[in-house]
């Protein structure tokens, strides 16, 4: 199976050391937090973060609109970088001084999920979707964090939770009856044993037409029918899915071998 301004308040200064009064300018800190985004863009996510964290240095110890956008950069160059409890961090700071934004707690939730706290990140996830029901919305990085607690959920063993987050979301409407979130809904129904279900939502999503996940969907299908034994009708999924996407060594290695069935 293929997986797809406010001031500072004293607390959250010591929980930030990086924002320390300096003698530094906003054009000054405005000018680093450019190349701070450009560092992140082009992968240099250590130097992104140094560069970010000295623009912070230059804030004279307030948080405004820019330095709010600095640690959401940071935040999200932690991440990339592979620091999860970095990043984790960085949002608890953004959530003490601006309050419980329900794309902050989408994000933690991701940063979460990434530590392996799953039952953290699972809250997270969940109070910030509750808001965006109650407010009627889908806000931002939903669907992020719904696909990054259900992995983190999947890779512990816990497939049926991981299934029943996907259905409830797809149940509220997290992104229309988003491919993907219906892909990972059958790749964990199927890691169940649940492959006729899994069926049903991996034909939904082929049905969406989205390219972007496409060749997963396909491959699924094919996987979800060589598991319930109709050999024949896995190999013509399988050779029809090289013929879309070209040579596949997976796809190969169940050719292979259903063609010897």
């Known amino acids: ?25 906003r054009k000054e800190e405005a000018e680093l937090r450019m190349t701070a ?20 240095q230059e804030g004279n110890g307030r948080v ?10 940071r935040a999200e160059a932690e991440y990339k970088a592979g620091d999860c409890a970095a990043a984790s961090h960085t949002w608890d700071i953004l959530i003490e001084v601006d309050g419980e934004q329900p794309e902050y707690l989408y994000a933690r939730s991701i940063s979460k999920a990434g530590e392996g706290k799953i039952d953290q990140a699972l809250a997270d996830y969940e109070a910030a979707a509750a808001m ?3 407010m ?20 512990a063993g816990q497939t049926d939770r991981a299934s029943q987050l996907y259905e409830k979301a797809l149940e509220e409407g997290v992104g229309g009856g988003s491919a993907q979130v219906l892909n990972a809904l059958a790749v964990s129904l199927m890691e169940s044993g649940n492959y006729e279900e899994a069926l049903s939502f991996l034909e939904k999503g082929i049905a969406t037409g989205d390219e972007a996940v496409m060749a997963d969907l396909l491959f699924n ?41």
Do not use: H, N, W
């Open 64 to 73: 405004g609109e820019m330095e709010l956008d600095i640690l959401k950069y």
């Open 37 to 56: 985004i450009q560092q992140l863009d082009g992968g240099d996510y250590e130097g992104a973060i140094s560069t970010f964290d000295m623009a912070l």
């Open 136 to 155: 009627d919305r889908d806000v931002f990085g939903r669907e992020d964090a719904l696909l990054a607690v259900g992995k983190a959920l999947e890779e």
């Open 132 to 134: 965006d029901i109650q």
């Open 1 to 25: 199976m293929k997986k797809s301004g406010k001031l500072l308040a004293a607390a959250a200064i010591g929980a930030a050391a990086v924002l320390t009064v300096s003698c530094g300018s």
């Open 221 to 261: 299908q094919a996987a979800a029918y060589e598991y319930m034994s109709q050999y024949e009708k896995a190999l013509e999924l399988f050779q029809a899915y090289e013929a879309a996407y070209g040579p596949d060594e997976a796809a190969q290695k169940e050719i292979t071998f259903l063609s010897t069935r």
